[in-house]
Each structure stands twice: as structure tokens, then as C-alpha cells.
């Protein structure tokens, strides 16, 4: 607190009491003077400390946005090429499935044929196990047993429930096969023949389905199949040596040569 004494002086003495007004303003002057001047410079660095603090904190909130910005700028990004991957996916799909649905509707189809081809499959594995049946019956007798079991077998195959008609009609075709193979090749075998009431082993010559040759093991007789008469002929003994060359061409013992045979006649196309 400020106290302030001031001296006696006379009432009419004015001169002294301008002069005591005077030191007394300059001296109240003097002390508040700094107290006037101090207030605005601290206001100002009031001002200027809440200046930077509110433009640090929109600094921050600037960067805080800026970082959600280019977070939600990735996203979008991320979501265009995931979306694009997905458009691109979708086509692949949408072209995976027109593919199947016309593999159904293939599959559908072969499925009815089936039906009808299994309604026209059996007669026909019939028809051809009965034609193969007779042709075998009409040809050269070479190999007769073993060519009647695979008839039988393929016979008896056919009542069987257990296996199937596409099965059955590819055993048939083997069969086919193997009689086919049989007009391109020769074969020599051993077996039984019955001649004259008289049963006995001699060695069989087969030239294809052109002629069928039989000599006995002792060589003393030769014969061929007489095609028209369906019956065994005995040939001149001078073929004796023909065949018998035949049979080891036939079995690999020697080099293929020409051979002189007697051939029947190709019977007449009907």
C-alpha cells in the first residue's frame, strides 16, 4: 500500500500547492507507469501462446484427418482392385457355368440315346454271336475246338445279368478280331483226325483261310480240306514234301520260300 505524506503548507500559499499538485502527479506518474506498460506485452504473449497452441492443435487435427484421408484413400483404392479381381472372377464363373450347363444338357442327351441304345444293343450283340457262330460252322475246321469253346463261352455270357451289354459286345468284337487275324497268317499245330473211321495226331498246315493241310507224323500220308465236298482228300505223295516245308516255315524252323500246293478253287460270290 502506498502512503503518501504531505508537508504542512499555509492555505494561501498557492504557488507551493501548484508545486506539490505537479510532484505529486509526476510521482503517481512514475509508479504506474510500469504497471500500464507491462499489461499489453504479457496480453500479447498470452495472445501469441494461444495462437500457437490452437494452430498446433489444428495442426494435429489437420494431420489426424490427413492420416483417416489417405487411410480411407487405400481402402478405396484396395476396394477398386479387389472389386475388379471379383468382375473378373464373376465372367470366369458365369463362363464355368454356361460350360457345364451345356455339358448337362450334353450328358442328358447321351443319356437318353443310351436308353434307346440299349433297347437296339442287344439284338444286335445277338445277331453277330449267331453269324460268327455260323461262319466258324462254314469255315476251314482248323483249331475246332478251341474256336467252339470261345463260341460257347460267348454264348453263355450272354445270360449273364452280371455283366454288362457294352462288355459283352466287346468281347464279341474280340472274338471278330481273332478270326480276322486268322486269314492273315499261317499256323502250324498238332492235333487229332479222324479219317476213314480212324482217329489219329498228324500235324495241321494253315495257309490263311485259303487252304488247311494235314501230314501224319510220320510223314506217310498228306492231305488237304476239300472245300466243296467238306471233306478230307489225300493228296499225291509228291506234296508230301511241300507241306512238310510249310510246317517248319510255319513254326520259324526256316525262311519263308515259295511253296507248290494245290489251292481250291474261291468258291462263287452268292
Not at 50 to 76: G, P, V
Not at 143 to 160: A, V
Not at 210 to 218: E, G
Amino acid at each position: 500500500m502506498l502512503v503518501l505524506t504531505f508537508p504542512k503548507f499555509d492555505y494561501f500559499d498557492m504557488d507551493f500547492l501548484t508545486t506539490r499538485r505537479f510532484n505529486l502527479a509526476l510521482i503517481f506518474t512514475s509508479l504506474i507507469a510500469p504497471t500500464l506498460s507491462a499489461n499489453p506485452l504479457s496480453q500479447a504473449v498470452q495472445v501469441e501462446t494461444k495462437t500457437l497452441q490452437a494452430a498446433a492443435k489444428s495442426q494435429q487435427k489437420i494431420d489426424r484427418i490427413s492420416d483417416k484421408t489417405q487411410s480411407m484413400l487405400n481402402q478405396y483404392r484396395a476396394a477398386l482392385h479387389q472389386t475388379k479381381s471379383l468382375k473378373v472372377y464373376n465372367q470366369y464363373l458365369q463362363n464355368m457355368l454356361q460350360s457345364q450347363q451345356q455339358e448337362l444338357a450334353s450328358l442328358q442327351q447321351q443319356l437318353h440315346n443310351i436308353d434307346t441304345t440299349q433297347q437296339e444293343i442287344v439284338p444286335l450283340i445277338l445277331n453277330m454271336l449267331d453269324n460268327l457262330a455260323q461262319f466258324v460252322a462254314l469255315d476251314l475246321p482248323f483249331l475246332p475246338e478251341e474256336r467252339k469253346q470261345r463260341i460257347e463261352r460267348l454264348q453263355q455270357m450272354m445270360q449273364r445279368a452280371d455283366i454288362s451289354n457294352a462288355e459283352k459286345y466287346r468281347r464279341i468284337l474280340e472274338a471278330y478280331q481273332i478270326e480276322n487275324e486268322f486269314g492273315q497268317t499261317i499256323e502250324a499245330y498238332r492235333g487229332d483226325l479222324t479219317l476213314n473211321g480212324k482217329t489219329s495226331s498228324v500235324d495241321f498246315l494253315r495257309l490263311g483261310r485259303v487252304a488247311l493241310y494235314f501230314q501224319r507224323l510220320d510223314g506217310s500220308e498228306t492231305g488237304f480240306w476239300n472245300k466243296e465236298t467238306k471233306q478230307w482228300q489225300i493228296l499225291d505223295s509228291k506234296y508230301r514234301s511241300p507241306v512238310s516245308k510249310g510246317l517248319r516255315i510255319a513254326r520259324k524252323q526256316m525262311a519263308p520260300d515259295l511253296l507248290t500246293l494245290p489251292v481250291p478253287a474261291a468258291e462263287a460270290a452268292q
